[in-house]
T-cell receptor, first 116, second 116 residues
Framework: AQKITQTQPGMFVQEKEAVTLDCTYDTSDPSYGLFWYKQPSSGEMIFLIYQGSYDQQNATEGRYSLNFQKARKSANLVISASQLGDSAMYFC?????????????FGQGTELSVKP | EPEVTQTPSHQVTQMGQEVILRCVPI?????FYWYRQILGQKVEFLVS????????KSEIFDDQFSVERPDGSNFTLKIRSTKLEDSAMYFCASWEAQGGPGNTIYFGEGSWLTVV
């Protein structure tokens, strides 16, 4: 079974609009962390935002926010005021607390295209 | 901001040859990783390394692969007898393994391996 599911292979958004990228996860571990990474066409993986399972508030980092709904096991990324430079692949990932080695499990990714 | 560095950025190799990919993790980090991303696919965990030994490995990480930390700074992935299907982007990552911002796993810019 998939531990991280991103159901949107591709998304389009108009420049300056907000966009939500979906991510659902599956774990029985009460302690876990959720990450979003951006991968532009150049290939590098850029860390965007982190949410811990015990965090009381949704994480925010500049134009990025994470809509964390624990009961629904979803961790959607919201990008406000989209810019052309936001066009990239976006990956949701999870680290389970019982995994001492801290490895990340990635979703399939969502390709975001920002239209001028 | 500290960063993970990888060399080479791109390598082309003949099928059957051995390849060594090099990484310099962030200096105070404790866990090191190799991930693989076949073109157009999701990022897959290969191996984690802690305290000079393998902490965890995936089923992808068979006898063809090995990792080592030959000195205090470098972390290498060796791929023996390369196959066409080894063509992928290989990411090195490191993790401080402490709370707060240290929860973030940082990735290098990747090494593109093309096997011909």
């Amino acid at each position: 079974a998939q531990k991280i599911t991103q159901t949107q292979p591709g998304m389009f958004v108009q420049e300056k609009e907000a966009v939500t990228l979906d991510c659902t996860y599956d774990t029985s571990d009460p302690s876990y962390g959720l990450f979003w990474y951006k991968q532009p066409s150049s290939g590098e993986m850029i860390f965007l935002i982190y949410q811990g399972s015990y965090d009381q508030q949704n994480a925010t980092e500049g134009r990025y926010s994470l809509n964390f709904q624990k009961a629904r096991k979803s961790a959607n990324l919201v990008i406000s005021a989209s810019q052309l430079g936001d066009s990239a692949m976006y990956f949701c990932a999870m680290r389970e607390g019982n995994n001492q080695g801290g490895k990340l499990i990635f979703g399939q990714g969502t390709e975001l295209s920002v239209k001028p | 901001e500290p960063e993970v560095t990888q060399t080479p950025s791109h390598q082309v190799t003949q099928m059957g040859q051995e390849v060594i990919l090099r990484c310099v993790p962030i200096s105070n980090h404790l866990y090191f990783y190799w991930y693989r991303q076949i073109l157009g696919q999701k990022v897959e965990f290969l191996v984690s390394f802690y305290n000079n030994e393998i902490s965890e490995k995936s089923e992808i990480f068979d006898d063809q692969f090995s990792v080592e930390r030959p000195d205090g700074s470098n972390f290498t992935l060796k791929i023996r007898s390369t196959k066409l299907e080894d063509s992928a982007m290989y990411f090195c990552a490191s993790w401080e393994a402490q709370g707060g911002p240290g929860n973030t796993i940082y990735f290098g810019e990747g090494s593109w391996l093309t096997v011909v």
